[in-house]
């Protein structure tokens, strides 16, 4: 029986991705759940695109969309080019395209636009990009961007006192929801951590692969890691989003 093994934010670096598989030794009994942010940083953000789609039909893939796939719909469908984005990886994201046929960057906006805001499987641990502001769960909430943009969860996971119990009616019924939840979208670098970070019950698992850290897998049953050389070992000549 395969692994289950869930995927920080990838943002272009397709040499880091394949290293990272290598060291884990992915194979195709294993089910992998990609917590989003597949493009902006590094220049192989298409490459990355092409990769899972393939990847996709030879084992149990799971792709959740994050803040930076969005935008990056906007681009393929309609040719927004929203500024914010353009400063923070867009712009190489687009010259990944630039010899790209339309049709197959069609395939590309198809594979998109059927990534999951989030999923629950069956042990009921929710995987999402960012996180969600709903006590109700992410079912119920009421600003869909929250998926892919919410650090509330994060920040509020990180900040609990530990000597509050589950059974405490001041334990936030947000984690009470799921027995675990798995997000990206914040880098651990920001805590000068570069290896995946929990709070609670609460695991993120993005270490800052668009910057100066590295691409992370983690075996959700054992808290097992693996991670990539530091991305921007790999792409020498490039900057990713430092230079923002």
């Not at 006590?135 to 900040?159: C, F, I, Q, V």
């Not at 979208?185 to 695991?203: D, K, Q, R, S």
Request: glycine share 8%; net charge negative.
């Amino acid at each position: 029986m395969g692994r289950t093994l869930v995927i920080g934010d990838i943002h272009g670096g397709l040499k880091g991705l394949v290293q990272l598989f290598e060291r884990a030794e992915v194979t195709k009994d294993d089910k992998l759940i990609f917590l989003g942010d597949y493009v902006d940083g590094w220049s192989e953000s298409a490459q990355v695109i092409n990769y899972l789609m393939q990847l996709e039909e030879n084992q149990q893939c799971i792709f959740i969309k994050g803040n930076h796939d969005a935008w990056c719909i906007d681009w393929l469908e309609k040719g927004i080019v929203d500024d914010v984005w353009f400063v923070h990886g867009g712009k190489l994201t687009i010259e990944s395209y630039k010899n790209m046929p339309d049709p197959v960057k069609q395939k590309h906006l198809n594979f998109f636009e059927r990534m999951k805001d989030y999923y629950v499987d069956e042990h009921n641990n929710l995987f999402i990009h960012a996180g969600f502001s709903s006590m109700h769960g992410p079912a119920k909430e009421r600003y869909s961007s929250n998926y892919s943009w919410d650090r509330t969860l994060w920040e509020m996971a990180l900040a609990m006192d530990q000597r509050i119990k589950k059974d405490s009616v001041l334990y936030p019924k947000r984690l009470l929801l799921y027995h675990e939840i798995y997000i990206g979208h914040t880098p651990t670098l920001y805590y000068n951590m570069n290896v995946p970070m929990h709070g609670c019950n609460v695991w993120n698992i993005d270490t800052g692969a668009a910057f100066t850290g590295k691409l992370t897998c983690l075996n959700i049953e054992t808290k097992e890691f693996w991670q990539s050389d530091i991305l921007q070992s790999l792409y020498p000549s490039e900057k990713g989003r430092n230079n923002i």
